[in-house]
């Protein structure tokens, strides 16, 4: 049963372009996740942010960035996508940085 | 710097056996050690998961044995079914800090 919703499933767009994706949780966690996914099933996370504190993964370019109306969403927009940024973007929720559970993803096609 | 490693990359076992995915870490101060589940086009979901108070954990036909002084565990699948055919991924955490997941291992199951 899913609990952690994200769309788009599937995103293509151009080089240079601007993209949001957005995640709801119903499981009434506090903290909320973006990892990114590439080709090869690598778990990278990019931010994890709660009501308190965003934490931000230094590794992530700034053209990423989380959006958070309440602690039930968290959306990720990327400001000028770039062919690198093809992955699946994976968004995850938990309580008191416990056990995560992920959403189905939003593949992202950059061409 | 990969502080959890996962071998193999890939394993392929029959039927009917037992599938056996071994991961290992560097620091010390790990703690809990989750194993997620993803099927292709899904996100990881949570199968099992062991304390490092523990050094067995029986779920069904999965089981988790850890060795602390040896800093390594492993995930047993028993009676190995083709529906247990997906993307293994052993994590790891400190406390309250994020989790580091493993590059994951790609168990086939032949029929």
């Known amino acids: 049963e899913t609990a952690v919703f994200q769309t788009p499933n599937y995103h293509v767009t151009q080089v240079g372009n601007e993209v949001s994706f957005n995640c709801k949780q119903t499981?009434?966690?506090?903290?909320m996740y973006w990892y990114k996914q590439d080709s090869k099933k690598l778990l990278k996370i990019m931010f994890s942010y709660n009501n308190k504190q965003l934490i931000v993964n230094e590794t992530v370019p700034r053209r990423f960035s989380p959006q958070s109306s309440d602690k039930a969403h968290l959306n990720l927009r990327i400001k000028s996508v770039e062919p690198e940024d093809s992955a699946v973007y994976l968004c995850a929720s938990s309580y008191r940085g416990l056990e995560q559970y992920f959403g189905p993803g939003t593949r992202l096609t950059v061409l | 710097q990969q502080q959890v490693r996962q071998s193999p990359q890939s394993l392929t076992v029959w039927e009917g056996e037992t599938a056996i995915l071994n991961c290992s870490y560097e620091?010390?101060?790990?703690?809990?050690f989750p194993w997620y589940q993803q099927f292709p086009g899904e996100g990881p979901a949570l199968l099992i998961a062991i304390r490092s108070v523990s050094d067995k954990k029986e779920d069904g036909g999965f089981t988790i044995f850890f060795n602390k002084r040896e800093k390594n565990l492993s995930l047993h699948i028993k009676d190995s079914q083709p529906g247990d055919s997906a993307t293994y991924f052993c994590a790891a955490r400190n406390g309250n800090e994020k989790i580091t997941f493993g590059a994951g291992t790609k168990l086939t199951i032949k029929p």
């Open positions: 499981l009434g966690h506090d903290t």
């Open positions: 620091n010390s101060a790990f703690d809990y």
